[in-house]
Structure formats: structure tokens, C-alpha cells
């Protein structure tokens, strides 16, 4: 069955990095673009960054210029790397596909910023 498992979450302080990762299973990921959304205490789900089958990405205005999402197809994974990092920017941060036979999203990883 399909599985997204994210990790690389934890504690870091203001202006540090963190990279995410997300193994995925169950489908032909090469052939799918992935997807990071983050969720804050008491706010909605908001889309991070996006990359395409092909290698496109794309990123919401909150982290262009810091964060950035690649793929390892040969290890079925995408990342996010996440450079100067914001108090704003603590999430519970997740992994989702859109595939063919429905949506689906890890189990979240979560991020803290904090000094």
C-alpha cells in the first residue's frame, strides 16, 4: 500500500537549518509530483513547496529564497531543506501525494524554532 514517512523534524534556533526527509512506497514515484505542507497550532494546513515528476518547484512566498525541495528518485524520497529557519516557520510539517487511486499524506514531522 502506499506509505509516506517523513522525519528530520525536531528543535532549532533561530537562523538554523533542518532537512526533511519523506521515504515513500507503494507507487511509481518517479512518475508523481510531491508536495510539503506545513500546519502551525491553530491554523489552517498551507501548501510549502511543490516539485514536479520532471524536477519543477515551486514554493510559497513565506520560504522562497530559504527553503528547497528535491527529489532522489532512485531512493523513492524528496526533501525539503530548510535554511534560516523562523520562530514562524514552527509546524507540524507533512509529505502528500496526489496519485491516481486518491490523496495521501505522511504522518507528519515536527518542527520547532525556538531559542
Known amino acids: 500500500q502506499v506509505q509516506l514517512v517523513e522525519s528530520g523534524g525536531g528543535l532549532v534556533q533561530p537562523g538554523g537549518s533542518l532537512r526533511l526527509s519523506c521515504a515513500a512506497s507503494g507507487f511509481p514515484f518517479s512518475t508523481y509530483g510531491m508536495r510539503w505542507y506545513r500546519q502551525a497550532p491553530g491554523k489552517e494546513r498551507e501548501l510549502v513547496a511543490t516539485?514536479?515528476?520532471?524536477?519543477?518547484?515551486d514554493y510559497a512566498d513565506s520560504v522562497k529564497g530559504r527553503f528547497t525541495i528535491s527529489r532522489d528518485n532512485a531512493q523513492n524520497t524528496v526533501y525539503l531543506e530548510m535554511n534560516s529557519l523562523k520562530p514562524e516557520d514552527t509546524a507540524i510539517y507533512y509529505c502528500?501525494?496526489?496519485?491516481?487511486?486518491?490523496?495521501?499524506w505522511g504522518q507528519g514531522t515536527q518542527v520547532t524554532v525556538s531559542s
Open positions: 502528500y501525494a496526489r496519485l491516481i487511486m486518491g490523496v495521501y
Open positions: 516539485i514536479s515528476s520532471g524536477g519543477s518547484t
